[in-house]
């Protein structure tokens, strides 16, 4: 059977390679490539049922009009003739009537290829059209990274087989980072010890030798009171302080107010486990940090990736090989993506919209003029956004001609006025640079796409050349795109370009010693003011309400998948036990989660320890009234990101006799 390279498109810190057996114009199997020496033959649940995806029989085949109302999931087929002449001559009057800043294109992370991802970003910068802030993932640690480190990279994954002390710290592995765990088991072996930082027993708990349950949006506060222990105890590396960081004078000045006593009441940690913790983390040769993102999106996110960027600094990790944090920034990116999303193109300045705020930008409640044309292409807005009610309010507006590129029948795709058949990547030509370690790997179409599918790419260049956008970049091919960002590479080697080119994975080795990539090349605690820690947005609601990762979905993909489906089981909220019998809710009893934005029933589950006072929702599930009906449209206070852990909710048992008898 003919087997092809390939690579993973998803949104995952791995990214692996893959090869893919195929017969007939179908694939059969995908397994892991061995030439990836970082994902190897390892691939995740959701990856191994790539096939059952992409034959899937609820994937769209051809162009399909709205005949029924928004959102009732009713339409006709077209010709891709007919689908692209509605769509010029719909964008060519609201242009006409509002101007090219009505139209606002939506786009995020169904492909990470850097083709398929980016290419769009051209497209309407050409037309003119209203920008879209993409923070909706990990912006706020992110920027937290950057106001201490500046631009530079941690660890390599490799570092963490050497590293004597582990902590993951809001890190979901067997979930989001699955090749760490032959990395852990290592470390295990040696005698590593591993500690969770979680708001729950997530599936990484029994990764771990011991699990600290924290109270969301607390962490900055831990991070606090874990340098203040290191800096009352003589645990900090002064000469490294003064040697690479500026502004630890100035923050050390402030750490009396962050005892672990004063903190406590703030993390829910008992202040022995913290000076424990602050012990041992000064005591390792090699401690690494494996930080996750659920933690940052919180309107303290920003502030709270300082606070943690501060801790190897404190004790001169960076000085030792394999000690530091894994997980904030592994790779530079290492083709210059602006080649193809082209701000250049804009023929001025235009007004954005935070894609975290699609709601209220949809529904008028933002300013900068109405959105009369939306496009939708590799995200799901309906599902994934905060405020799903706003969103769905703005989606079912009559006066907003919604064209939607999918490949099932989403939440967003119901909505849509017209919906244009997308491809899997098995079907397309991208360039892939996962960004939880450094690689590229050139991918070329395994099969043909079925139906009349098109990819990203092709639909923009058939639609600029209708609507006369005539730079060269739209007429050229995936391939070219590919060849061009691989060949203006400044980070590839010529001989890597070569192998890139043939279709490699090609694994760039990382320096264990990180260079501090500031302006001054100093590591940066206290500009422009020392590091602290201040409430998140929170609510007026007894319970804190997180969303983490499900394992066997990606977001809102793989929902197609009917065998992950049933793994995943339906969706739950995750309690502490106690919460629970305060409201007489039981394992497995029916509940309704509420807030001032909406309410969502979810089956409630007792099964694993939560921190008191916290819910947890993992997963996202297709369809209204789920969690995203609770999260508010609140940006982070570094990054703007989303702040989707960071509200509050009641919650109450469904009706008393729907849970009976059970
Ligand atoms: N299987 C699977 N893989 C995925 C995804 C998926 O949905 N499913 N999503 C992909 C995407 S887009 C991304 S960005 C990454 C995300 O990958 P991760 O960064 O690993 O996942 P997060 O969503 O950030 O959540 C990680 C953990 O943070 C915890 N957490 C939430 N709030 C807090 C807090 O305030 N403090 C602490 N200490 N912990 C907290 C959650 O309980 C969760 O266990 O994973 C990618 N991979
Ligand atoms: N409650 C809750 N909300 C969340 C999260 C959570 O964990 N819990 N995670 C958040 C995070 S970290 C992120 S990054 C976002 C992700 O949000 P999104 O970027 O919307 O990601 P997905 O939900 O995976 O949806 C991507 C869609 O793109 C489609 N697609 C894939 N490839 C292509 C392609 O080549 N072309 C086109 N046109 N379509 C394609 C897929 O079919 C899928 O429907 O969600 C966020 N929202
Ligand atoms: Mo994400």
């Known amino acids: 059977m003919p087997i092809c390279p390939s690579a993973c ?59 029924g109302p928004k959102g009732s999931g009713q339409f006709a087929p077209l010709s ?50 209203r920008g879209l802030v993409r923070t909706l993932c990990s912006s706020g640690k992110s920027a937290g990274w950057e106001a201490v480190m500046g631009a530079s990279c941690d660890l390599p994954p490799s570092a963490l087989a050497h590293s004597d002390l582990i902590l993951l710290w809001s890190a979901n592995l067997p979930a989001t980072r699955l090749h760490l765990l032959p990395l852990l088991k290592k470390a295990k072996a040696r005698g590593a010890r591993v500690i969770l930082i979680d708001v ?73 486990a913290v000076r424990q913790l602050a012990r041992s983390y000064a005591a390792a040769r090699a401690p690494v940090i494996v ?58 300045p235009v007004r954005a919209v935070n894609i975290n705020q699609l709601g209220p930008a949809l529904t008028g409640q933002l300013p900068g003029g109405p959105v009369m044309g939306l496009y939708v292409y590799h995200c799901n807005p309906a599902s994934v956004l905060s405020h799903q009610n706003a969103v769905l309010a703005g989606l079912a507006r009559e006066d907003l001609f919604t064209v939607v590129h999918e490949r099932t029948m989403t939440d967003t795709a119901r909505y849509a006025d017209l919906i244009l058949p997308a491809p899997y990547m098995v079907e397309t030509e991208d360039l892939y640079t996962p960004y939880g370690y450094r690689a590229i790997q050139y991918v070329k179409p395994v099969v043909p796409p079925p139906g009349q599918v098109k990819s990203n790419w092709e639909v923009f260049t058939l639609l600029a050349a209708r609507l006369g956008l ?28 070569e192998r890139v080119l043939a279709g490699e994975p090609v694994v760039l080795e990382s320096p264990f010693r990180l260079p501090v990539e500031t302006a001054d090349g100093k590591i ?93 929702a993992e997963g996202v599930y297709a369809g209204e009234g789920r969690v995203n009906c609770l999260t508010h449209p609140r940006l982070s206070d570094l990054g703007a990101a989303t702040t989707l852990n960071d509200n509050t909710v009641e919650v109450l048992p469904l009706a008393p006799l729907l849970n009976f008898p059970k």
């Open 470 to 497: 005539d730079d060269p970049i739209f007429s050229r091919t995936p391939g070219e795109l590919c060849r061009m960002l691989v060949e203006r590479s400044t980070h590839l080697t010529p001989a890597e370009k």
């Open 80 to 129: 891709w003739e007919e689908a692209l002449e509605e769509i010029a001559r719909r964008w060519g009057e609201i242009i006409d009537r509002y101007g090219p800043q009505a139209l606002l294109p939506c786009s995020y992370a169904g492909t990470m290829g850097a083709v398929h991802r980016n290419g769009g970003e051209a497209f309407f910068h050409a037309l003119g059209a």
């Open 200 to 272: 729950y027993e997530s599936p990484s708990a029994p990764l771990a030798h011991q699990t600290l349950l924290v109270q969301p949006g607390s962490d900055g506060a831990l991070a606090l009171s874990l340098l203040q222990v290191l800096h009352a105890e003589g645990l900090t590396d002064e000469s490294y302080l003064a040697a690479h960081t500026t502004g630890w004078p100035e923050l050390a000045a402030t750490l009396d107010r962050w005892t672990p006593e004063a903190t406590q009441a703030i993390t829910g940690l008992e202040p022995e």
């Open 9 to 67: 498109p998803y949104d995952c810190p791995d990214g692996c390679s893959l090869l893919v057996e195929h017969q007939a114009g179908r694939i059969t199997r995908v397994t892991g490539d061995p030439a990836n020496p970082f994902t190897g033959e390892l691939v995740c649940a959701k990856m191994a049922r790539l096939p059952q995806a992409v034959h899937s029989p609820r994937r769209i085949l051809t162009p399909l009009r709205r005949t």
């Open 291 to 348: 930080l996750g993102s659920g933690f940052s999106r919180a309107g303290n996110g920003g502030e709270a990736t300082r606070a943690i960027a501060a801790l190897p600094a404190a004790i001169g990790a960076w000085a030792r090989p394999g000690a530091g944090t894994y997980g904030v920034c592994s790779s530079p990116d290492l083709v210059d993506k602006s080649l193809i999303r082209r701000p250049d193109l804009c023929p001025g």
């Open 524 to 616: 940066h605690l206290a500009d422009p003011a020392p590091i602290t820690w201040y409430p998140p947005h929170g609510g007026p609601e007894p319970l804190k309400l997180v969303c983490a990762p499900a394992v066997h979905t990606l977001n809102s993909s793989f929902q197609e998948v009917e065998e992950l489906c049933r793994l995943r089981g339906e969706s739950r909220l995750r309690m502490n036990a106690a919460d629970a019998a305060a409201r007489g809710i039981a394992h497995g009893d029916r509940v309704v989660c509420r807030n001032e934005l909406g309410q969502a029933e979810f089956a409630a589950a007792l099964d694993r320890a939560v921190a008191p006072g916290t819910v947890v």
